[in-house]
């Protein structure tokens, strides 16, 4: 069972949005950056969000993310067929001594 | 661009040592503030930090697997290394390589992950 909580899956329509969630503790969300990871089969995951809700070069500001308390979300608008990926949340926990992982959330874009 | 590439033997015998190698082009691992991961995923599983190694070869573990594992850089190769000893149809998993800068920060570069499956 992972640290992070994440809905095991997700679906919407092309065109539509949509909301990831990622809930942990003060032990990691509360306390430190989360970020968001694009894994697609047989690819590198690639990374999604950093520091809450700042997008690396390259990503499209389709992609969101953002953080309150203990949980983080990871927002998704005008969704398209190349968005169906598994995506994950991760910080670093300080009563672990490790960093952690949702355990992943697979979105299907129907 | 950066670019990791993680090698190594698809299988291992349980009670054995597994040790897998990344390689890193488009990048120097030497001089550079960077930290350099290991990360595995079991089927059907959450991801799974397993340790890193700083440029100036510091090393730092998970403690659940911190009596096993053993992470080293050869900078003339620009590879590092992961050597995971006493292996159990548990560590069955994708391994992946990645970077990462600040101290709690972000995995910027991933490998695509090799699959290392544990059986006799």
């Known amino acids: 069972q992972s640290v992070l909580t994440q809905p095991p899956s997700l679906s919407a329509a092309p065109g539509q949005k949509v909301t990831i969630s990622c809930s942990g503790s003060s032990s990691n969300i509360g306390n430190y950056y989360v970020s968001w990871y694009q894994h697609l089969p047989r690819t590198a995951p690639k990374l999604l969000i950093y520091e809450n809700n700042k997008r690396p070069s390259g990503i499209p500001d389709r992609f969101s993310g953002s953080k309150s308390g203990t949980s983080a979300t990871l927002g998704i608008t005008g969704l398209q067929t190349g968005d169906e990926a598994d995506y994950y949340c991760g910080t670093w926990d300080t009563s672990l001594t490790t960093w952690v992982f949702g355990g992943g959330t697979k979105l299907t874009v129907l | 661009q950066l670019q990791l590439q993680e090698s190594g033997p698809g299988l291992v015998k349980p009670s054995e040592t597994l040790s897998l190698t990344c390689t890193v082009s488009?990048?120097?691992?030497?001089?550079?503030?960077?930290?350099w991961d290991w990360i595995r995923q079991p089927p059907g599983k959450g991801l799974e930090w397993i340790g890193s190694?700083?440029?100036?070869?510091?090393?730092y573990y998970n403690p659940s697997l911190k009596s096993r594992v053993t992470i080293s850089v050869d900078t003339s190769k620009n590879q590092f290394s992961l050597k995971l000893s006493s292996v159990t149809a548990t560590d069955t998993a994708v391994y992946y390589c990645?970077?990462?800068?600040?101290?709690?920060?972000?995995?910027?570069?991933w490998g695509q992950g090799t699959l290392v499956t544990v059986s006799s």
């Open positions: 990645a970077r990462h800068g600040d101290p709690y920060g972000d995995f910027d570069y």
């Open positions: 488009g990048g120097s691992i030497s001089g550079t503030t960077y930290y």
């Open positions: 190694i700083y440029y100036s070869g510091s090393t």
